[in-house]
């Protein structure tokens, strides 16, 4: 090669050039005007030591901005830079004004590169870094190679540099890839490999691109078909769901987390939507058809499509689902002992809501021991019956708040007791609560509350099954399924020695958690809209339905109490309006006041952490915040996790009866 005669002559021009503006013959065209875009500038070919650098900030920023290119080009560099390893070079990836977003390079160079301000950050356009390949590239948007004293500045005179554009399908630069090293290295394959590497980086961008617009357009149409009032639900050829909305999913009694690669069979019986019952058009009728999924049978008018190729095969179907006239197969309410709640009875869409009731329904089908945990108001209650109500709807449903029994009464409601068992006994004895509920469901409201002496008495029951009336001596099999509820942790509880340890893995078979109403905002509008109904019936009144400001302006709101709050704010609302409308009346009254009140509250009140803190001041306060919440002495109580008897005389001990 010629390199070495090559150099000579061209730092030859370079001195002519610089000393004595005479530009000659040698030099490429495209070096040449760099040269004198520079000169133009003012630039001084010899002043530079190191190539400025952009702040902290701006360099955090373009990393940001560059993510994708990033990500893209990274591998493609570190494989590069592999062919030239311990030769000297390095391989920097540069934005489109030039910056440095990443460098790789040999250890042995690093220091070198330093010195230079060949760093992460570094400005290498042709303004702030002279005639250079990245600069060239930039300007040219074409591969090119600068060798030695082809670069403007002299510091740069013992290097050779090869780049190439990224660009991307419409010819848009988005970044250039270098490598520079030693001069005596300056070879052409360099350049071809960098060529190479740089447009691999362009095609896998475009492909990247082209993914997050296919990404981009699948999210759209999700959002769309689940804003659909109908369900809507798809599979492929297998009849393995593809898509299912969430009014799909309720319609079939299932999640769309648990819908997702099923096969449609494993939640329907019977007839599927890709039977085409003898038909060869892909187009089907809306007709109304009996469902039997895996929990009962349904009614609801189905509409589904083929999804055919060009050649006529079937890749799949879609089906739209209604809801029809007759709604889920379920006892009569006049057959049920002691409830009135089933799962249709449990409003809401949202996945943490469907959850628990595809949970609960599966907890229905059998008889273990279930645990329902959640806030105060959330509805466990209605959880306990109509899981009882699934399959048990014709026996006796018994249900014990354990925080409303005196500890010294709990042990005579729960087993009963014989005739002159205790003073005030009845002299016929009594029946217990267990009994009353045999082959049915006894329900433990409140179990958290359950005093530790109890709490070994019924840990002893659910080991035994079987029980002994208080002064007796007969042992009474029992046969009946236990829900428990609390609103409290009780893992928690069982560190803090509250709860025995052995009687919480009893009850802890089945747990399902009931999510508060602030993680489930999305049910707040299906709640207005069927407490609104509810209410308004009762009341006689016409109320509009309510302004997507005002549902957006609940939707923001916490909501402490949960359903029962909820319920109680739209109650309020329809009777103090005297108009047809709830808007500006219930955001400035009613959301508002309870805020500005519990601030006032804690601005005065006691916390936990201060270190003079006075635990009746602290139990005071709670009880005036629940006031403020619940006005209704029984939601209050329920509130605050105690009995109506126990809130009773709290407020007489604290002179708050006429709160």
Request: glycine share 8%; proline share 2%.
């Given at each position: 090669m010629k390199i070495h005669s090559d150099a000579d002559m061209i730092k030859k021009t370079w001195n002519d050039f610089v000393n004595d503006g005479i530009i000659g013959n040698f030099i490429r065209k495209p070096i040449v005007d760099s040269w004198i875009r520079c000169q133009k500038a003012g630039i001084d070919p010899r002043s530079l030591n190191r190539t400025p650098t952009v702040s902290e900030a701006n360099f955090r920023k373009r990393l940001e901005q560059n993510k994708i290119l990033l990500d893209v080009s990274i591998p493609f560099m570190v494989e590069l830079q592999e062919f030239v390893n311990k030769s000297g070079f390095s391989t920097t990836l540069n934005d489109p004004n030039g910056v440095i977003l990443?460098?790789?390079?040999?250890?042995?160079?690093?220091?070198?590169?330093?010195?230079?301000?060949?760093?992460?950050?570094?400005?290498?356009?042709?303004?702030?870094?002279?005639?250079?390949?990245?600069?060239?590239?930039?300007?040219?948007?074409?591969?090119?190679?600068?060798?030695?004293?082809?670069?403007?500045?002299?510091?740069?005179?013992?290097?050779?540099?090869?780049?190439?554009?990224?660009?991307?399908?419409?010819?848009?630069?988005?970044?250039?890839?270098?490598?520079?090293?030693?001069?005596?290295?300056?070879?052409?394959?360099?350049?071809?490999?960098?060529?190479?590497?740089?447009?691999?980086?362009?095609?896998?961008?475009?492909?990247?691109?082209?993914?997050?617009?296919?990404?981009?357009?699948?999210?759209?149409?999700?959002?769309?078909?689940?804003?659909?009032?109908?369900?809507?639900?798809?599979?492929?050829?297998?009849?393995?769901?593809?898509?299912?909305?969430?009014?799909?999913?309720?319609?079939?009694?299932?999640?769309?987390?648990?819908?997702?690669?099923?096969?449609?069979?494993?939640?329907?019986?019977?007839?599927?939507?890709?039977?085409?019952?003898?038909?060869?058009?892909?187009?089907?009728?809306?007709?109304?058809?009996?469902?039997v999924t895996?929990?009962?049978?349904?009614?609801?008018?189905?509409?589904?499509?083929?999804?055919?190729?060009?050649?006529?095969?079937?890749?799949?179907?879609?089906?739209?689902?209604?809801?029809?006239?007759?709604?889920?197969?379920?006892?009569?309410?006049?057959?049920?002992?002691?409830?009135?709640?089933?799962?249709?009875?449990?409003?809401?869409?949202?996945?943490?809501?469907?959850?628990?009731?595809?949970?609960?329904?599966?907890?229905?089908?059998?008889?273990?021991?279930?645990?329902?945990?959640?806030?105060?108001?959330?509805?466990?209650?209605?959880?306990?019956?109509?899981?009882?109500?699934?399959?048990?709807?014709?026996?006796?449903?018994?249900?014990?708040?354990?925080?409303g029994i005196p500890e010294s009464l709990i042990e005579s409601v729960l087993f009963g007791y014989e005739e002159g068992s205790f003073t005030g006994a009845s002299k016929h004895g009594k029946i217990g609560k267990f009994e009353l509920a045999k082959d049915g469901t006894i329900f433990l409201d409140e179990i958290g509350e359950m005093p530790l002496g109890t709490q070994t008495v019924l840990l002893r029951v659910l080991q035994e099954r079987y029980i002994q009336r208080i002064g007796g001596s007969k042992d009474i099999p029992i046969d009946v399924r236990i829900i428990a509820a609390t609103n409290k942790n009780l893992a928690e509880e069982v560190k803090k020695g509250k709860f025995r340890q052995d009687l919480y893995y009893r009850l802890n078979v089945l747990q399902i958690d009931i999510p508060p109403l602030r993680k489930r905002k999305k049910d707040i509008p299906v709640l207005v809209n069927f407490f609104l109904n509810e209410i308004t019936a009762i009341c006689g009144k016409f109320i509009k339905p309510l302004h997507p400001s005002t549902i957006a302006t609940m939707q923001e709101y916490e909501w402490p109490g949960n359903v029962r709050q909820f319920k109680n704010a739209i109650e309020q609302a329809v009777n103090f309006t005297e108009t047809n409308r709830i808007d500006d009346y219930f955001i400035s009254n009613y959301l508002p006041n309870i805020n500005e009140e519990l601030t006032e509250v804690n601005r005065v009140s006691p916390t936990i952490d201060d270190t003079n803190v006075d635990l009746k001041d602290l139990e005071l306060s709670t009880i005036k915040k629940a006031l403020l919440l619940f006005p209704e002495r029984k939601k209050a109580a329920d509130y605050l996790g105690i009995s109506r008897s126990t809130l009773y005389r709290k407020l007489k001990q604290y002179h708050l009866e006429d709160s």
């Open positions: 990443e460098l790789i390079c040999d250890q042995s160079i690093i220091e070198e590169a330093f010195t230079k301000n060949l760093v992460r950050g570094s400005i290498w356009n042709e303004a702030m870094a002279g005639t250079n390949a990245t600069g060239l590239a930039i300007n040219l948007l074409q591969p090119i190679q600068v060798i030695g004293a082809e670069h403007y500045y002299e510091c740069y005179h013992d290097l050779t540099c090869s780049a190439a554009p990224i660009l991307d399908e419409e010819g848009k630069l988005l970044g250039i890839l270098d490598m520079s090293g030693p001069k005596e290295m300056a070879y052409p394959h360099t350049l071809g490999m960098v060529v190479a590497s740089a447009k691999a980086i362009s095609r896998q961008l475009c492909v990247a691109e082209s993914n997050r617009q296919v990404d981009l357009t699948n999210h759209y149409l999700s959002t769309l078909i689940d804003s659909m009032s109908d369900g809507v639900v798809a599979v492929d050829v297998k009849g393995k769901i593809i898509g299912i909305n969430s009014h799909g999913a309720k319609i079939l009694k299932t999640t769309t987390f648990e819908s997702y690669g099923k096969n449609i069979l494993d939640i329907m019986d019977g007839e599927t939507i890709l039977e085409r019952n003898g038909h060869q058009s892909s187009q089907f009728e809306e007709k109304e058809k009996h469902i895996k929990s009962k049978k349904i009614n609801c008018l189905v509409n589904s499509k083929l999804i055919l190729r060009d050649n006529g095969t079937v890749v799949g179907a879609v089906a739209t689902l209604k809801d029809g006239e007759i709604k889920s197969i379920v006892p009569e309410k006049s057959k049920r002992k002691g409830t009135r709640f089933t799962f249709d009875d449990i409003i809401g869409e949202s996945s943490e809501l469907l959850r628990s009731i595809h949970l609960s329904q599966i907890a229905a089908k059998g008889t273990s021991t279930v645990l329902l945990q959640g806030e105060s108001g959330t509805g466990k209650e209605m959880f306990a019956q109509a899981i009882h109500n699934a399959n048990q709807s014709d026996k006796p449903f018994i249900a014990i708040n354990c925080a």
